[in-house]
């Protein structure tokens, strides 16, 4: 068991304090479809391991403790993850329920690209990044390829990175330029970094903190989004789990923690928080203001972050 889990200090301010906040199995975690999707056995944990959610009494910061050991990860995001193709294979094909698929995945990826470029919009004379400096984007997490391939027609360089061995030989098949994270080479850096859905699976976040700021130019703009502990509340109030799933799931951001993160290691809020926002539906009028509002935590247990590089 001591193979499989490791216990750390809290990965935000290094304090050994806390108090545990939830303490929950794989029966009670997951559905009926993830226990088809799991295969817990290769991961060395059952239907009644118990994991534990602790809440830092120094920063507040909510994470899985113990966790799930890092040099296991390759079994847990590929081995053990091999049922989420059975069903889902067919995302992959060139069949018209894929298209579908990539075309609906392509516009929702449009919106986080969109605001991201925003920050840039004095570098685009036209509809193109043509006539200037190349706008540069690394996608941490970019899974299929979405962002990849949206970045082509804007003249913007883009490059992923994920760990899902899948996912990658599908962007490569896509001819798209991606690698796993410590195959990009140390000199290269983006004025944009994107990384999606990301955060709250990462083991080590000073080392994914520094590893983000290296890649970045100075002024340039980190955009990432997580989870928060008010998800923990609303889906244990539920008793349905969608995203505390202590697998994979193991990082929950308060503000307090978050600030310390991201003053320690060279980042800070983007100034003026900004208002654009594609509409597509109703509720979305109401984003910006919410933005503007929550600061990027909002009550739904989801949080999103506007960073700018202040070092060097």
């Known amino acids: 068991m001591n193979e499989i889990f490791n216990e750390i200090d809290c ?3 290094g304090s050994n304090v806390f108090k545990n906040i939830l303490i929950i199995t794989p029966e009670q975690f997951l559905n009926d479809y993830r226990k088809k999707y799991y295969n817990l056995e290769s991961m060395g944990i059952n239907l009644d391991t118990k994991f534990f959610f602790q809440k830092c009494k120094n920063c507040s910061f909510v994470f899985v403790n113990p966790r799930i050991n890092e040099k296991i990860y390759p079994i847990v995001y590929n081995i053990a993850k091999e049922g989420q193709y059975a069903d889902k294979g067919w995302r992959e094909g060139d069949n018209d329920l894929a ?8 516009f929702y990826a449009s919106i986080n690209l969109l605001e991201a470029i925003f920050y840039m919009k004095n570098r685009f004379n036209k509809l193109r990044n043509d006539e200037q400096k190349p706008i540069t984007l690394l996608d941490y997490g970019c899974g299929f390829g979405h962002i990849l391939d949206l970045c082509k027609p804007f ?3 883009a490059v992923g990175v994920d760990i899902d061995e899948r996912r990658i030989q599908f962007c490569k098949n896509k001819e798209l330029n991606i690698c796993k994270p410590d195959e990009l080479s140390e000199d290269i850096k983006f004025d944009i970094i994107i990384s999606w859905s990301v955060v709250e699976h990462i083991n080590d976040l000073n080392q994914y903190f520094q590893y983000i700021y290296k890649h970045m130019n100075k002024g340039g703009i980190f955009m990432f989004n997580g989870l928060t502990p008010r998800i923990i509340f609303w889906e244990r109030l539920r008793k349905k789990y969608r995203w505390v799933i202590p697998i994979e799931h193991i990082n929950y951001f308060t503000r307090k923690s978050m600030h310390y993160m991201i003053s320690k290691h060279g980042f800070a809020y983007v100034p003026k928080m900004k208002l654009v926002q594609l509409i597509d539906s109703y509720p979305r009028y109401f984003y910006p203001f919410a ?4 600061k990027g935590f909002y009550p739904n247990g989801i949080l999103k972050m506007d960073l700018i590089k202040i070092g060097e």
Do not use: A, D, M, R
């Open 291 to 294: 933005k503007l509002l929550f």
């Open 99 to 106: 298209k579908l698929f990539n075309t609906h995945s392509k």
């Open 155 to 157: 003249g913007i360089e």
């Open 11 to 13: 990965p935000v301010c």
